[in-house]
């Protein structure tokens, strides 16, 4: 009944910019937390940031300073833009919400497929 889709992912090199969106679709009463994910090559999915339904904002270290978080709660959309990109960057980036399914008892996580980032050096 939810399905979240990625979108903004490609080929870039270090330094440049991509931006990231993820909008969900469905019988949703409302979210209450956004994320971004990411795999890279041989690694562990790892949480890169995430926006509560307050606006509040958390980042990994390594992002910080320049990638940011942000949502359109009319669209259900999250976005992610990310500056200064690096090779270490590259990876699969996922969406993930934390929502409410209208007709549900409870809250539950719903995951995008996943967008390809690579950074080329």
């Known amino acids: 009944q939810v399905q979240l889709v990625e979108s903004g992912g490609g080929l870039v090199q270090a330094g440049g910019s991509l931006r990231l969106s993820c909008g969900a679709s469905g019988n949703i009463f409302s979210i209450i937390r956004m994320a971004w994910y990411r795999q890279g090559p041989g690694k562990q999915r790892e949480l890169v940031a995430h926006?509560?339904?307050?606006?509040?904002?958390n980042y990994a270290d390594s992002v910080k300073g320049r990638f940011t978080i942000s949502r359109d709660n009319a669209k259900n959309t999250v976005y992610l833009q990310m500056n200064s990109l690096k090779p270490e960057d590259t990876a699969i980036y996922y969406c993930n919400m934390y929502l409410y399914v209208t007709g549900t008892a409870g809250w539950s996580d719903f995951w995008g497929q996943g967008t390809q980032v690579t950074v080329s050096s």
């Open positions: 926006i509560n339904s307050g606006g509040s904002t």
